[in-house]
């Protein structure tokens, strides 16, 4: 298993010409993350939605395969292994494995598969953003009790908010970031309010 801090930053590379920049907030890392494709960030958007990810970094490092450089997106530590992940739109070759390391490519077509899971998460990580310092170890033990079967959102807001249902959601979701609670229909339906919470099995 490779050190699980070899990659704790991004490499200090230069953004490619013209390339646009995405800024975000990573609850799991507790940093400020930046991508220089949507590609880029909409993989990093399932990692960070990923309950078995420990820890990841966006460009972590540079590698060679066939005279060309790459900087791979992501570098992904699960409890038993890590990846490094690579958006690649053409049929550029990629080292098996940098660092004895694999080196796994993300195509357009699985990002495709997988948008609305990652359009839904791309609402829910700044509400886990913006109510991290308010939602308390208690409030999770509390949702995380009283869902006990399938239900909807609506349906846990009414036992918990009398006002604004910010912090609840925030809970919520953290608790479905965590693996604690699943949503199946969220990787074919658009997040509302009648999309059904349950715990994980």
Partial sequence: MDDPVRFANPIKNVRPHGARLLEAFSPKLGRRVTFYSRAAFEIWLSVEA??????????????SSGGREHT?????RHAHRAVFLHWVDDDTILPAEWMGIEVRRVSTAQLAANRIWVTNWERMLPVITVTRDCVSKQRLAEVRRFVTAPMSLARIEREFVAGDPMGLRGAVFRLLAAGTLIAPALKTERLWLQTLFEPAP
């Fill in 50 to 63: 990923d309950p078995t990810v420990q820890t990841f970094c966006e460009r972590p490092t540079q590698m």
């Fill in 72 to 76: 791979p997106d992501l570098w992904v």
